[in-house]
């Protein structure tokens, strides 16, 4: 068994260009991810302007919970396997770029056409049931791309340090 509790691997937000892998593939107790309705993962963004910094909002919910990360990443809605934009790490989001030599992923700047994912740096512990927002900000593309898509998989853990007993939403 190995955990990640300082990020997951790349490529678990459920996008399908990338497979449509979550994070269920290791915490699996309670699958398919969305399986337990009383939590959930939310974004919270405006509408881009092109080139134009802004802060997403990651929130990760469960009335049981108390450990919890996330992962997202920004794709062309016109072409999925094409990203959109760039996302900024901070103390607790961390960017990670899929070059497919590392399960892990390789810390950014990705190059260009590298998938790119932000996730959690240490996944963050608080009482039961208060949920956790991430908060980091994305730079669209410098040109109007059409719609954006962004996938997400968050986890709402029970802190007993296996993936056991976690709950994944997408």
């Not at 990338?18 to 009383?38: I, K, L, Q, V, Y």
């Not at 900024?88 to 399960?103: E, F, G, L, Y």
């Not at 898509?149 to 007993?160: E, I, L, P, T």
Request: hydrophobic share 40%; charged share 15%.
């Amino acid at each position: 068994m190995m955990g990640f509790s300082t990020g997951p691997p790349t490529k678990r937000t459920g996008a399908p260009a990338d497979g449509g892998g979550n994070c269920t593939a290791c915490h699996a107790t309670f699958t398919p991810a969305n399986s337990d309705p009383t939590g959930s993962v939310r974004i919270d963004l405006s509408n881009y302007a092109p080139g134009v910094k802004q802060t997403i909002k990651v929130t990760v919910s469960h009335p049981l919970a108390v450990r919890w990360g996330f992962q997202i990443t920004a794709r062309l809605v016109s072409d999925e396997t094409k990203v959109a934009g760039t996302f900024a790490s901070n103390d607790a989001v961390k960017i990670v770029c899929d070059d497919a030599s590392n399960i892990r992923g390789i810390p950014a700047p990705c190059a260009a056409g590298l998938p790119e994912f932000a996730e959690h740096v240490l996944a963050p512990v608080t009482a039961a049931g208060a949920g956790f927002t991430f908060s980091f900000d994305w730079t669209p593309p410098a040109s109007d791309v059409g719609d954006i898509v962004f996938y997400a998989a968050g986890n709402a853990a029970n802190n007993s340090l296996s993936p056991a007993g976690d709950r994944i939403y997408t």
